[in-house]
């Protein structure tokens, strides 16, 4: 996903997707490095639009799934003044890259199955990712702090094949893992005893602690339909683990998170010769 480059060697040129729309889950991973078929165009300022439709869990922990429409933003090349290029299309070697995550509001009325439980608003994460591309293979990790919606830390990290099978197509494939702090745990999964009161009986009480939250697996594949446009597919699943996974809030949803997503992103590019 998203990659801001640095003036020393970095990885993967497109940003990620930045996915702020209400109930769209999102994480951050190194962006999918444009294939050959692409090369970066003039100007100060290089920028990849588009949008994506996305298939997703309806919350963290739900069985249920959703479509959405989910925006795409790229960035290959940006000039600053003074400073100069900080982004300039892929290259081998260290990269760093900003980190977000968001999930969507949970809305009690909307599921009986959280009957008894307080509505969770939507919630940000923002940090710092970095990794290593070795042209063929990268490895990466990133973390995030709360901004809305909780408070602590939440963390990923992963490894990729890199693939080019042809000048016009790219794909990367890889195991991820995901920690999560306390704070997320409790928001996400955890449940008071007033509200396991209030359930009925239905759900007992349940105090989670921070740790290993999920470990999965990402694809994505990316193909060139032209020099400016680019048809993207990604395709994910975790399984939740430890005290995540014991929550009997995912005993009546899903253990397993799963989501797809397909969008076309389109190139402009502004500014210099």
């Not at 790219?170 to 509200?195: H, K, S």
């Amino acid at each position: 996903m998203s990659c801001l480059k640095t003036p020393f060697p970095a990885g993967p040129g497109l940003l990620s997707a930045l996915v702020l729309a209400a109930a769209t889950p999102a994480l951050a991973d190194p962006s999918l490095p444009p294939p050959a078929a692409m090369p970066i165009p003039k100007g100060d300022f290089v920028l990849d639009l588009g949008v994506a439709g996305i298939m997703i869990p309806r919350y963290p922990g739900s069985e249920e799934f959703a479509v959405r429409a989910r925006p795409l933003v790229g960035i290959e090349r940006l000039t600053l003044p003074v400073v100069g290029v900080v982004s300039d299309g892929p290259a081998k070697g260290v990269f760093v890259y900003p980190a977000f995550r968001v999930d969507g509001e949970r809305k009690t009325s909307d599921y009986p199955e959280l009957a008894g439980m307080r509505d969770v608003d939507w919630a940000m994460g923002l940090g710092l990712g970095a990794g290593v591309n070795r042209g063929n293979w990268r490895v990466f990790g990133e973390v995030m702090a709360g901004v809305k919606g909780f408070s602590g830390l939440t963390a990923r990290a992963g490894a990729d094949l890199l693939w080019s099978p042809s000048p016009e197509t790219v794909m990367a494939f890889g195991p991820r893992i995901n920690l999560a702090g306390q704070d997320y745990a409790r928001t996400w999964f955890g449940v008071t005893p007033a509200e396991a009161a209030a359930s009925g009986g239905a759900l007992s009480a349940y105090d989670p602690d921070g740790g290993l939250a999920s470990a999965g697996l990402a694809m994505t594949w990316g193909r060139a339909i032209s020099d400016r446009a680019m048809l993207q597919v990604e395709a994910g699943w975790d399984r939740r683990l430890a005290d995540i996974e014991d929550s009997p809030l995912v005993s009546r949803g899903s253990r397993d998170a799963v989501f797809v997503a397909t969008g076309v992103t389109w190139r402009f590019n502004f500014g210099g010769s």
